[in-house]
């Protein structure tokens, strides 16, 4: 009889304590005796193994194509030139990049080949034109800058200095068939086009108002390199080594 009671009391109290244990909520079952199927835990893994791996996808997939928005929206520009006045240096139908930061953050040099929003309808002399109302051109004068050429056979000078444009100027042509002399103003710059029997400049706008400068708020940035067709991918040189023996001008 004491037996009998002894495992009655012992029952007796493991039930109650199974009982205190299920009170607080927590399996009753010691972790040892319970089962849980190992394919179930393999499935689970598996599925969030899936989750993630799309989700790393889609994260490395993105980040590039955002950099490459943001780039493209903040830092470069892309244009198609659609005429001759800057051959051989650009063809018709190339595809060129240029920065798109505004020249307060970063210093014009002579040579830089520039795109600028049209100063006083340029367009309308031009043969073709881009899709906006933009040019491009070298810039060959800084503000306080004396630019002038005697004409045919003569070289364009520079604050009194001839420079030597061979480098850049399409084979054949002449740096200007015609004569002129413009002092560069405070916040403007002289350009012209690298095909000179074909550029409506700075030359042909002498009446405009603005003596054919080109406002420096108007430029857009300065042409890097083409980038299409194929075949003639590659930087686009300004040619700085052309005006190294010019000295600074004189801002009036």
């Known amino acids: 009889m004491q037996q009998v009671d002894a495992a009655s009391d012992e029952s007796d109290s493991q039930d109650s304590h199974i009982l205190e244990v299920a009170d607080h909520g927590v399996d009753p079952v010691p972790a040892a005796r319970r089962h849980v199927p190992e394919h179930a835990n393999a499935a689970g893994t598996a599925a969030d193994n899936g989750r ?3 989700r790393d996808t889609l994260i490395w997939c993105g980040i590039p194509i955002l950099i490459v928005l943001l780039v ?3 830092l470069l520009g892309f244009y198609t030139i659609p005429s001759g006045s800057m051959m051989d240096t650009i063809q018709i139908g190339d595809r060129v990049i240029t920065t798109k930061l505004t020249p307060k953050y970063f210093h014009l040099h002579r040579g830089d080949v520039v795109v ?8 309308n002399d031009e043969g073709n034109r881009f899709a906006s109302d933009d040019l491009i051109k070298r810039l060959i004068g800084l503000p306080g800058d004396v630019v002038e050429c005697a004409g045919a056979g003569k070289p364009v000078t520079i604050n009194g200095v001839a420079i030597n444009e061979t480098s850049y100027t399409r084979p054949g042509v002449e740096p200007s068939d015609f004569p002129f002399r413009v002092h560069v103003t405070p916040d403007h710059v002289f350009v012209m086009g690298d095909n000179r029997s074909n550029s409506a400049d700075s030359r042909y706008h002498q009446d405009d108002g603005a003596n054919g400068l080109v406002p420096i708020n108007d430029i857009a940035g300065v042409a890097l390199t083409t980038y299409w067709p194929f075949g003639r991918i590659g930087s686009l040189s300004g040619h700085h080594d052309v005006f190294d023996k010019v000295p600074d001008g004189t801002v009036q």
């Open 72 to 74: 493209r929206i903040f």
């Open 52 to 54: 993630m791996g799309w």
């Open 116 to 123: 600028f929003k049209d100063p006083a309808n340029w367009l």
